[in-house]
């Protein structure tokens, strides 16, 4: 069973950083496309960012490039998200989320790719 735990989370000012973290157990991290999705009230889940396993191609939203940085740790089965220049539009619940399979449809952008989910971490971006 694999288990994702975001952490990092919490209330920073308009142009502040956060730096979000996933703990995956898993036995073999590196075999897993990670992603992070976030979601804001009344809104549906977005894709955020997603992390191919093997050449760790990144990949992101539009509305966070050049702003956020996802990255991992296979070692420590960690994922990460840097959130830098934050905006009050970034405000929402994000997930982290795990994909094990080598053929996805809709990866990395649709949610129904991945199978694993985080309980999700709140980031609040204050004006």
């Known amino acids: 069973q694999v288990q994702l735990v975001e952490s990092g989370g919490g209330l920073v000012q308009a142009g502040g950083s956060l730096r979000l973290s996933c703990a995956a157990s898993?036995?073999?991290?590196?075999?897993?496309?990670m992603g992070w999705f976030r979601q804001a009230p009344g809104k549906e889940r977005e894709f955020v960012a997603a992390?191919?396993?093997?050449?760790?191609?990144?990949y992101y939203a539009d509305s966070v490039k050049d702003r956020f940085t996802i990255s991992r740790d296979n070692p420590k089965n960690t994922l990460y998200l840097q959130m830098n220049s934050l905006k009050p539009e970034d405000t929402a619940v994000y997930y982290c989320?795990?994909?094990?399979?080598?053929?996805?449809?809709?990866?990395?952008?649709?949610?129904?790719?991945?199978?694993?989910w985080g309980q999700g971490t709140q980031v609040t971006v204050s004006s």
């Open positions: 989320a795990a994909d094990p399979s080598y053929y996805s449809t809709g990866w990395p952008f649709n949610r129904r790719a991945y199978d694993y």
């Open positions: 898993v036995r073999t991290f590196s075999k897993y496309r």
């Open positions: 992390v191919d396993r093997g050449s760790g191609t990144t």
